[in-house]
């Protein structure tokens, strides 16, 4: 084959071989990231919604023995003694 016509195919095998397809690893980051922000996207989505509609949360009742010991504390003298 002439050298000139080798010269001539290379740069277009070359182009059309760049211009094929996406590069795997691009695709990858790109999913992997689209599912990254739409994950934390959610998250403050439903925590904003939870804020607004829930209902505060309860707080556990305070045991008799508990409420015996801070009188006490403040002098206050139970009942009865």
Do not use: C, W
């Not at 059309?16 to 790109?30: D, K, Q, S, T, Y």
């Not at 990231?33 to 998250?43: H, Y």
């Amino acid at each position: 084959m002439d050298i000139e016509l080798l010269h001539e195919l290379r740069p277009k095998a070359v182009n059309e071989v760049e211009a094929n397809g996406f590069n795997p690893g691009l695709i990858v980051l790109l999913v992997i990231g689209g599912l990254l922000i739409s994950f934390l996207v959610g998250n403050y989505v439903l925590y904003t919604y939870a804020q607004k509609n829930l209902p505060p949360k309860k707080k556990k009742p305070v045991s008799k023995k508990k409420m015996k010991r801070e009188r006490l504390k403040q002098g206050v003298a139970p009942p009865g003694e």
